[in-house]
Every structure is written in structure tokens, then in C-alpha cells.
T-cell receptor, first 113, second 113 residues
Framework: SQQGEEDPQALSIQEGENATMNCSYK?????LQWYRQNSGRGLVHLIL?????REKHSGRLRVTLDTSKKSSSLLITASRAADTASYFC?????????????FGEGTQLTVNP | DGGITQSPKYLFRKEGQNVTLSCEQN?????MYWYRQDPGQGLRLIYY???????QKGDIAEGYSVSREKKESFPLTVTSAQKNPTAFYLC????????????FGDGTRLSIL
């Protein structure tokens, strides 16, 4: 089964609002990564948070990790129309052979001008 | 500029035909990966390679084959044994295998004629 699951599946907000996406996973991890995918394009790495970190920032992005709840959240502040994309979490599971990077099914974010 | 180039962008396969998707990187990355993405879904790992002349099966390797004769190149062949090949195929690379951010190409969309 999928290691990471994003919630919600789709999110529609107005420009300037904040967007929060959540990711839950099942097994222990080494790190968790967030990626962005514009329609018809490849994924772009946004941020990596290690299992011993609780929060990380990068520009308008804020990622939190709660290993006790096996969950992470991605917050995009002051959203822009250009933030419209799908966002995926990916986990590197400690218990999986080869420490595979497993992707969730993504959250489709639409930011309306 | 360094990056990953996938070609062609669109590909059509006839019944019983093998087709090869190209992936070239000039990032000097050791590891390369092939993923399949179906509409509205996350990424599923087909094959990966962490060193030249070596590769491992991912979660959905049946009906696919790869080679890694050069560090820069990791072509994927979709064989006639893959009965449902219609999907978006993404190639990625990273430094030193797992636990590193992956860099993606812009994908190849494969359809059946």
C-alpha cells in the first residue's frame, strides 16, 4: 500500500490565502520530502525534512513533521496563482529494503486570482 | 544548464511493438530512476540504478526493461508484454542513491494507437 497519503485530494483557495496540505505515512522513515508538479511536467523538489527535525522553512513554505503521529504538513503562505500545481509527499522508509522513496497520490492545489 | 532530458515528449505504440524512452542527465548523478504516473495518481517505481551496469526492479517492473551502460543514460523499453502501457513516464536522478532529493525530467506521455 502507499506509504504516503495526502489530504485533501484537492484544495481551492483565493490568492493571498494560506494553503495547508497534510501527509500521513505508515512506517518509520529516515526523511520526508515534498515535491511540486505543474500540469504535464516533471516533479520539482521543494523541501526535505529529516526524522529528527520537527519544522523547516524555505521562503513561503513551512513543513512540519510529527513522527509520533506519522504525519507531515506543508503550509504555503500568501499563495499566488503560480502556486497552482499538484503537491506530493515522498517518504524514505527505514524498514523497506533499499530505503525506497515512495510517493503519495498528491494534493491538487488551485489558487484563484 | 544541468538537468535531465527525456525524449520524446509524446510517443505512440502499436500493438505488439516495443518502444524505448530516452533519459539523459548531465548532473553527474550516480543514481537514476524510472517512474510511471497514471492520471490523478502518484508515482510508482519501475526500475532504478545506483551505478553503471547495475539496476534493480521497482514495484512494477513487469513488461519493462532498462540498461545502464553509461552514467548519463538510463533508457527504458516498454515491451509488448506490458498490456496497459498508456501512462506518463518520468525519469529522475539523484546524488548517492536514496535519501537525497531527486531531480526529474519533464516526462514522456505514451499512448496506444
Amino acid at each position: 500500500s502507499q506509504q504516503g497519503e495526502e489530504d485533501p485530494q484537492a484544495l481551492s483557495i483565493q490568492e493571498g490565502e494560506n494553503a495547508t496540505m497534510n501527509c500521513s505515512y505508515k512506517t518509520s522513515i529516515n526523511n520526508l520530502q515534498w515535491y511540486r508538479q505543474n500540469s504535464g511536467r516533471g516533479l520539482v523538489h521543494l523541501i526535505l525534512i529529516r526524522s529528527n527535525e520537527r519544522e523547516k522553512h524555505s521562503g513561503r513554505l513551512r513543513v512540519t513533521l510529527d513522527t509520533s503521529k506519522k504525519s507531515s504538513s506543508l503550509l504555503i503562505t500568501a499563495s499566488r496563482a503560480a502556486d497552482t500545481a499538484s503537491y506530493f509527499c515522498a517518504t524514505d522508509g527505514r524498514e523497506t529494503s533499499g530505503s525506497r522513496l515512495t510517493f503519495g497520490e498528491g494534493t491538487q492545489l488551485t489558487v484563484n486570482p | 544548464d544541468g538537468g535531465i532530458t527525456q525524449s520524446p515528449k509524446y510517443l505512440f505504440r502499436k500493438e505488439g511493438q516495443n518502444v524505448t524512452l530516452s533519459c539523459e542527465q548531465n548532473l553527474n548523478h550516480d543514481a537514476m530512476y524510472w517512474y510511471r504516473q497514471d492520471p490523478g495518481q502518484g508515482l510508482r517505481l519501475i526500475y532504478y540504478s545506483q551505478i553503471v551496469n547495475d539496476f534493480q526492479k521497482g514495484d512494477i517492473a513487469e513488461g519493462y526493461s532498462v540498461s545502464r551502460e553509461k552514467k548519463e543514460s538510463f533508457p527504458l523499453t516498454v515491451t509488448s508484454a506490458q498490456k496497459n502501457p498508456t501512462a506518463f513516464y518520468l525519469c529522475a536522478s539523484s546524488i548517492m542513491g536514496w535519501r537525497q532529493p531527486q531531480h526529474f525530467g519533464d516526462g514522456t506521455r505514451l499512448s496506444i494507437l
